[in-house]
Nanobody, 119 residues
């Protein structure tokens, strides 16, 4: 069974930094695009950043220049360095990945990790 497990969330002051990581495990044949989404209280889940298996990246305008997504294909991980954090970055952050398990190709989600930025 394929799982995505996030780590690295926490509480940080405005202007601080955090690094989120997400590890995929289970029966995995290939991992395609991976990404980070976030959901603030009372709001819809939104895209933060994505990265293809070839390393092409895409960012939400609100995080460009502050967040950097990366992945390690050998370790089956995706990470996101978040700098110059703002209170509006407070949300539950979820990683996702399009994974081919050999039996199926589908989108998987992690359980989420809380990021809180205090003003």
């Amino acid at each position: 069974q394929v799982q995505l497990v996030e780590s690295g969330g926490g509480l940080v002051q405005t202007g601080g930094s955090l690094r989120l990581s997400c590890a995929a495990s289970g029966s995995i044949f290939n991992i395609h695009t991976m990404g980070w989404y976030r959901q603030a209280a009372g709001k819809q889940r939104e895209l933060v950043a994505t990265i293809t298996s070839g390393g092409s990246t895409n960012y939400a305008d609100s995080v460009k220049g502050r967040f950097t997504i990366s992945r390690d294909n050998a370790k089956k991980t995706v990470s996101m360095q978040m700098n110059s954090l703002k209170p509006e970055d407070t949300a539950v952050y979820y990683c996702n990945a399009f994974i081919d398990s050999g039996a199926a190709f589908r989108l998987y989600w992690g359980q989420g990790t809380q990021v809180t930025v205090s003003s």
